[in-house]
């Protein structure tokens, strides 16, 4: 069971391929390069690899914009190159999940082209096309402020299309069978070549119903459960990853009652309250966030993120928040995009400060689900402002002080290296950082391998313990009669607190810090008292006799049968 559920304990890199590594020197990445940096992350521990869009695509949108589904984009290498890749990552336990991109294709695409040809053309109907110009042209749109209609008349054809996103990506129409059995036969193949699974784009406007009579698009849950069932047959472990940035009302429906839908989603409702909190110093919002996704099927789980190749968004705070982060985070309108988020990295916004970037990244490997690092973001990589909408945080990876950063040998980069300033790449990059012990790159390292001793957080149940102070969150994890506990302290100023571990008996008596010699012993009323400094975190496994045993089952039983049981523990245990 524990196998077929890798990810529960998994720990994800999101990269671009285009932005990696540069093997044959024509200035953007390919497999190749990424390919030689497979050492690379495997000495940084990670456990599964995310690939951004790679298929052919005219690259008007980072490759979002597909042109076919069944490639590899020459700029990239050959599908020989890719199946090099992923056997390369196989042999050092790596997984494999690439982005599904199936709301939209290009306009480019052969299938649009066939359909704008020809009311009766074979793929007219796998797009959705309009005669009038809907009344409800001018609402919807994924990029305010940007885009301008969620319709546009194609003069080829004479018609109007449907795209929720840019005019150039056409929306498919899901409903339609034959298309759903074209995304069926997408997965399967790319399966085929070694990946264990997708991360599926733009998930509740897939499932969505569209067209120009579609005043409230009504989601197609059912078409979850049909992609779920086709990989399990295909290949039971594969998984899919939902980008579905919805309210925690919904979210069962997208796991599935039976966990029969998405096997992971990611946890945007915490993302955002979490900023919230690291720029406020208040993380009840954010203990609010996370009891409200806290139910969800046995075997499904959260993707934990702290920045992504989007902007932060920040629509599910209120307006009071929003300024809160906005202030904080992005203060300028040139940090800021689409009227709702910041396009930063995550360093220049928490103003290259250390010890805040351990806190965020300590706060992200200990909250409920599987964590996704962002290439770079292991050296603390900036960002480039100049560049237009989210390509400022897209630049490519830093590995040297060689010219272009070590990324390419060509004088040109598919996208600007950041050269300048305090994250220039002569400051930032990876053969410095390896080289210091006490690195961002080497503290990452140190912190994923202790996430993968702590199960407990991928699997176990959670929860939020009290304190009288807004600006410190203390969770504590139990599974299989084991308990860590994680305290983190937001605020700028030190903080002195005062708490009880929440275990019966002797359970929480002695806390044993897993990333120091600084242990806590709790005081005759079974209290412990912390002494935290500002940005401070802590790491502990729940030490002593009842530790092991669960909660639950402790509070069922009366003090003889406890005593029993601890008995026989001890007995185990050699005491």
Known sequence: MIDDLWY?????YCLSVGTYMDADGDGIGDFKGLTRRLDYLHGLGITAIWLMPFQPSPQRDDGYDVADYYGVDPRYGTLGDFVQFTHGCKQRGIRVIIDLVVNHTSDQHPWFVEARSAKTSRTRDWYVWSDKKPANANTGMVFPGVQKSTWTRDKESGAWYFHRFYDFQPDLNTSNPEVQAELLKIMGFWIQLGVSGFRMDAVPFVIATKGADVKKPVEQYDMLRTFREFLQWRQG???????ANVRPETDMEYFG???DRMHMMFNFHVNQHLFYALAAADTRPLAKALVETKPRPASAQWGLFLRNHDELDLGRLTKQQREAVFKAFGPDKSMQLYDRGIRRRLAPMLGGDRRRIELAYSLMFTLPGTPVIRYGDELAMGDDLSLPE???ARTP???STEPQGGFTKCETAVSPVIDHGPYGYEHVNAAKQRRDPNAMLNWTERIIRMRKEVPEVGWGDFEVI???DPAVLIMRYDWRNNSVLFVHNLDEKPREISFDAGLPDDGGKLLINL???????????GRHTLVLEPYDYRWYRVGGLDYLLRRSDIETKSPAKRARKAKRVRRSRGR
């Open 466 to 468: 009290s304190t009288k």
């Open 390 to 392: 989210r390509n400022c």
């Open 257 to 259: 009652a039976d966990g």
């Open 397 to 399: 990876m830093q590995w």
């Open 515 to 525: 990333l120091s010699e600084d242990h806590s012993h709790a005081d005759d009323r």
């Open 237 to 243: 472990e594969a998984i899919i990853l939902a980008e």
């Open 8 to 12: 529960k304990n998994a720990v994800f």
